[in-house]
């Protein structure tokens, strides 16, 4: 199934095609910002380098993006804090508590068209212990 899909995807476009690609995906842009966001490191849940380092380069990476719309675009950026619980039943019973652990949100829609359609964008941006905070499954496309 990988082998199909890989055959099939686009040729990634670098910088040098954005000029003449307006409003197309560029890879190379992509992978630059992801390779900003895993040089943070292991991002574990409520770690510094996930609840502040990572969060500081969304909002510098969004902003940016906010800055470059066209003005017909409205995007709209919250970070949201949450606290909770979920047992862990696979380990006797334990149960996993966090606190503040944050949330980037996204919504990008039209502003001068009224429209009952919008994007939301997100991701999984943190990672599991003792990785290498590379994880090219997460691939972020801000």
Same mark, same amino acid.
């Given at each position: 199934?990988?082998?199909? &899909? *890989?055959?099939?995807? =686009?040729?990634?476009?670098?910088?040098? /095609?954005?000029?003449?690609?307006? $409003?197309? !995906?560029?890879?190379?842009?992509?992978?630059?910002?992801?390779?900003?966001?895993?040089?943070?490191?292991?991002?574990?849940?409520?770690?510094?380098?996930?609840?502040?380092?990572?969060?500081?380069?969304?909002?510098?990476?969004?902003?940016?993006? &906010? *800055?470059?719309?066209? =003005?017909?675009?409205?995007?709209?950026? /919250?970070?949201?804090?949450?606290? $909770?619980? !979920?047992?862990?039943?696979?380990?006797?019973?334990?149960?996993?508590?966090?606190?503040?652990?944050?949330?980037?949100?996204?919504?990008?829609?039209?502003?001068?068209?009224?429209?009952?359609?919008?994007?939301?964008?997100?991701?999984?941006?943190?990672?599991?212990?003792?990785? =290498?905070?590379?994880?090219?499954?997460?691939?972020?496309?801000?």
């Amino acid at each position: 199934m990988i082998l199909l &899909v *890989e055959r099939k995807l =686009p040729t990634p476009l670098t910088l040098v /095609d954005a000029p003449s690609n307006p $409003g197309r !995906f560029i890879a190379e842009r992509a992978m630059d910002r992801l390779r900003k966001l895993t040089s943070i490191g292991p991002r574990t849940t409520g770690s510094y380098e996930n609840e502040v380092l990572a969060i500081k380069f969304f909002k510098e990476a969004i902003s940016s993006i &906010v *800055e470059q719309a066209k =003005p017909i675009h409205e995007i709209q950026m /919250d970070i949201q804090k949450t606290s $909770g619980a !979920f047992p862990l039943h696979f380990l006797d019973g334990m149960t996993n508590v966090y606190r503040d652990v944050q949330n980037v949100i996204v919504r990008v829609s039209a502003l001068h068209a009224p429209s009952a359609h919008s994007l939301l964008v997100n991701c999984h941006f943190d990672t599991v212990p003792g990785s =290498p905070g590379e994880s090219y499954h997460d691939i972020v496309y801000c």
